[in-house]
């Protein structure tokens, strides 16, 4: 592998460009053929998969197993939630062709599950000892993307998405919260990404949903990336599909539902938040290689003592890496490395061995440090936690810097003209002024803060009462 | 959920009426609206779980890792390699419709993914140093089926797929053995398994490889179930899709390549071989639940009991359930978990408290034992690892009974009308006699042992010279 840095552009400069050109050049994606459709190259898939595991870990923990249910979801099916198919139908693909003959009923490739468990769930639901009902799924979708961004926006992507039902609305809305903040904790603690987390407005929730709470991250060009959404369903869906149960008073009812999902689009945030110029910045708990071991000379005295080093970091439980490479120079490795945002650096050359020190990196600061190879274990794993933490400060900071309270419309265009980010401002929770802003401005509301308290204001648009301020932004 | 063993036929009467029941009743899969789909439900899915944890260690053991390919392969993407094509075409499920408008261009559903993937590996693979290329792929694949079987043929199913690239035939040959190998060891191991380990002949081979190993097990009504696959695919794919490489001379090769999958159909097998009249077996190394605890009253002191066993196992590293519901009387439980296949059944009454014993059954034999509840974990993991091997045994003797070796059509056809089971038989490798011998008789050529030697005798058809006993039986 042959990396350069030549060609990258200044992250400052452009975001787009940079981020275009990193993600491939770091080998966490390719282009695939057909268009719109992306490739996760190793690099990349891996941290997916350290996202999953974790997710996973949550999910399980609360009682919800994972099931799968098929890609195909007939026609008739998915248009059968009337507000749910005209929010996806312009997004759908769809097969028309099976075994060489044209099918009798055309099968659309789910751009989401609610319709085809449902549709089960309606014949697994009987009692209220069969509830409450918890599933997960981890799955690929299908949206249709005229302009495909990695990651951000692709045609196929992969996600989980959990699907519960409940015997009361009680019940289903805590479990609605549970997830949204479920999310929160990984996107905080994992991705290190500090975001907003509250509800959608009503032209922003999901089709289908009485409530949508969502996590809402701020990317450096100021643009804002909705990552996570839980839905609470109400009783839409099982009315419905006639998703009913018998009380404990052998009263029917229909359940209560909630939905929620995280996708690799995750992944496009991370990358865009901690980069810089030499590259991407992983955070450690989500970096595949968390620390590359080089030796300065390929001499066996010096490989000896890296191959040492990674034992001892392996028994600590890090992932870590040497690279042997024969004829890339050390310069080379140290840019190829520091592109694909491995957090911690360890050169190890004559001077080390004698002196019996290490001497480390940080791709966070780019700050060197020398110290006793006895500290190794406990100076890496403090350095780990405090890039860790670093990444998530420096993404707060940049977050509350750019989260501005505006009380005239003037001073709203102004920011979302100019620098963006997030803008709280009175909104009198009518679609028309919702409607006007974002044609005028581009920015659209992202969210209600859950913990906002009800305050006297006037819309910032039509200049009515209002009583909240929402977070408003321009999104992916 | 309340279960029910009143349907259920005896699996020595009908073994797909059996086998079609039982999957449901137990809870494991469910049919999906499309027709040929299945749902995968929580208890069938942890199976799959449960062989992917360990396939996939295995994997990553090896240096392979995992990446994520896209779904569609344009039309002329998949059409490149000539007999790979010829061989899927019947399967194919397209979509033309793309975000409300036709498409220009086809996209096919992977039914595989060899082109798919080789058109990256042409991009990413220049030099010696990119080698071995090793990626593997948890994914869906799309095969029309017109009359689907859950698990064994459905139109969409889950699987693993490896595909790896190399500088040289011995290593490539290497990798395709290695693949194979692991699967058997999986089959064994896992699921409780024995089977044949051989190549497929040349009619019988993947669409595009040299050379097909495969691992084949002989289900309960004497037909064959083909249970992963590893390919030889020599240069065929690195010819058609141009991948190249310059060795260490300078010079510049075709890359060897090499491809092999484990899908869900595994499950199939499992069920089939180990279940019997009163529902699933599952080997213990892949059952959801290895215990069931059954309080024999719900009163609080037996429940007390039943909770100390839990933690102590599930400290001990068992998964284990105590089955609680107040509305379902003893025997009825009883019933449940020895349909859904759980292994060691553990029931607590008052008698059990007093003399602290634990009285415990045998999902494999129905032996019940009583012991002195000190001896609960030690007795616990004996107890399970009997379990797995007594399912391999059987399975074992049941392999061998039903292997016969033939030297006449008319005794070949006597077995093939009859009982079934493998045949080994000469045959002089000439695609007629294959093809009229599967006419006349359903048998196919299954594979040639690995181990075969070189014999002199006369093929079972034809009667001119052959150089081996083949494998023979009818397939799923």
């Known amino acids: 592998m042959n990396f350069t840095k030549r060609d990258l552009p200044k992250k400052s400069e452009n975001l787009s460009d940079w981020y275009n050109k990193v993600i491939l050049s770091a080998e966490l994606v390719d282009h695939g053929p057909a268009k719109g459709t992306m490739i996760y190259r190793p690099y990349g898939f891996a941290i997916w998969e350290l996202i999953q595991k974790e997710l996973d870990r949550l999910i399980k923990e609360k009682g919800i197993s994972n099931a799968y249910f098929p890609l195909f979801i007939p026609e008739s099916l998915i248009k059968k939630e009337e507000s749910h198919i005209k929010g996806f139908s312009p997004e759908l693909a769809v097969v028309t062709i099976g075994g060489g003959e044209a099918l009798e009923e055309k099968l659309v490739i789910r751009p989401t599950s609610e319709t085809i468990i449902y549709e089960a769930y309606s014949r ?12 997960n799924q981890w799955a690929n979708v299908v949206r249709w993307e005229k302009r495909a961004y990695p990651f ?26 549970w997830a949204i903040k479920m999310y929160a904790q990984v996107y ?4 290190a990404l500090p ?22 991250c701020l990317m450096p060009e100021g643009k804002v990336l909705q990552n996570g959404t839980s839905h609470d369903l109400g009783q839409n869906f099982s009315k419905t599909f006639d998703i009913k149960f018998q009380d404990q008073e052998n009263k029917t009812d229909y359940v209560w539902q909630t939905s929620w999902g995280l996708s690799t689009r995750s992944i496009g945030g991370l990358i865009m938040t901690h980069g810089d110029d030499q590259g991407l910045i992983l955070p450690p708990r989500l970096a595949p290689i968390q620390i590359i071991i080089l030796p300065v000379k390929l001499e066996e005295k010096i490989l000896g003592a890296c191959r040492i080093i990674k034992e001892s970091l392996e028994r600590a439980g890090t992932r870590v890496k040497i690279d042997e490479l024969e004829t890339v120079t050390l310069g080379s490795k140290i840019n ?27 791709r966070d600061t780019g700050e060197k440090l020398n110290f006793p190879i006895d500290q190794l274990v406990e100076k890496v794993s403090e350095l780990l936690n405090q890039i860790q933490t670093n990444l998530y400060d420096r993404a707060e900071k940049f977050l509350q810097d750019n989260t501005k309270e505006v009380y005239t419309y003037d001073e709203f265009k102004k920011i979302m003209l100019g620098e963006r980010g997030f803008v709280s401002a009175f909104w009198c929770e009518s679609e028309q002024c919702e409607k006007m802003i974002k044609e005028e401005t581009k920015a659209s509301t992202r969210c209600l803060l859950l913990d906002a308290q009800e305050q006297q204001g006037l819309c910032i648009y039509c200049q009515k009462p209002a009583q909240h301020q929402w977070l408003f932004g321009q999104a992916y």
């Open 188 to 191: 905080q603690e994992l991705l």
């Open 124 to 135: 697994w639901i009987h009692s209220w000892r069969d509830l409450p009902l918890m599933i």
């Open 336 to 362: 190829t490395w520091e592109l694909r945002g491995v957090p911690l650096r360890i050169e190890i050359g004559s001077k080390e061995v004698e002196n019996k020190t290490v001497t480390m990196a940080r």
């Open 195 to 216: 975001g907003y987390l509250g509800r959608k407005s009503e032209s922003e929730k999901f089709a289908g949903a009485d409530l949508t709470l969502t996590y809402e």
């Open 152 to 177: 951000l926006r692709t045609t196929e992507f992969l996600w989980q998405e959990g699907h519960t039902a409940h015997g009361n609305h009680e019940e289903s809305s805590a479990l609605v919260l």
